[in-house]
């Protein structure tokens, strides 16, 4: 299986900070990567797939870039709405495989 | 507006059967151009992909579950559903449902998600 680490664990950030979440996989997925936004109790979200592609709806400041095996997801302008859990996933091959979430929560 | 819904026992008693159904509104599951799946995630872990089936009965298995599950389609129109077997107290978990493009294995629309509990 494809391993998926994220960095850091926990995020404490202020709305307007930019926020950066690593993901690494444990051998090379090209783009097939995607991110989802989860809060408690909540569907998750989509927010990127192919590593950089943005789902239709999720607001501009979302951005994702990367291949082969390093990944990063930036929110350009923290706002009240996105203090939550993100997650990464590996398409690449099967088993699909996620990060263990980054929670970004209120410094 | 697609809506995915799960619905499952809430606590089942260890090397039970777990029973669980997803619900899908606002799309056909018979359409065609989608997988739908399970996807779980233990009390302070990270979100683990179960298996996902196409309405033709194509499936696929996590290698590490494989042996315990079974999914499907049904019972009743629009849904499809999991079976996991010989449960321990390592299966409790939100599951979630979701839908993922044929020829992509990311998933674009989730249930909310409902908590099992394995206990006796």
């Known amino acids: 299986d494809i391993q998926m680490t994220q960095s850091p664990s926990t995020l404490s950030a202020s709305v307007g900070d930019r926020v950066t979440i690593t993901c690494r996989a444990s051998q090379s997925i090209s783009g097939w990567l995607a991110w989802y936004q989860h809060k408690p109790g909540k569907a998750p979200k989509l927010l990127i797939y192919k590593a950089a592609s943005l789902e239709s709806g999720v607001p501009s400041r979302f951005s994702g870039s990367g291949s082969g095996t390093e990944f990063t997801l930036t929110i350009s302008s923290l706002q009240p709405d996105d203090f939550a859990t993100y997650c990464c996933q590996q398409y690449y091959s099967y088993p699909w495989t996620f990060g263990q979430g980054t929670k970004v929560d209120i410094k | 507006q697609l809506q995915l819904q799960e619905s499952g026992p809430g606590l089942v008693r260890p090397s039970e059967t777990l029973p669980l159904t997803c619900t899908v509104s606002?799309?056909?599951?018979?359409?065609?151009?989608?997988?739908w799946g399970w996807i779980r995630q233990p009390p302070g872990k990270g979100l683990e992909w179960i298996a996902d089936i196409h309405y033709s009965g194509s499936t696929s298995y996590n290698p590490s579950l494989k042996s315990r599950v079974t999914i499907s389609v049904g019972p009743s129109k629009n849904q499809f559903s999991l079976k996991l077997s010989s449960v321990t107290a390592a299966d409790t978990a939100v599951y979630y449902c979701?839908?993922?493009?044929?020829?992509?294995?990311?998933?674009?629309?989730w249930g909310q998600g409902t908590l099992v509990s394995v206990s006796s």
């Open positions: 606002g799309d056909s599951i018979s359409s065609g151009s989608y997988f």
């Open positions: 979701g839908r993922r493009f044929s020829s992509y294995g990311y998933f674009d629309y």
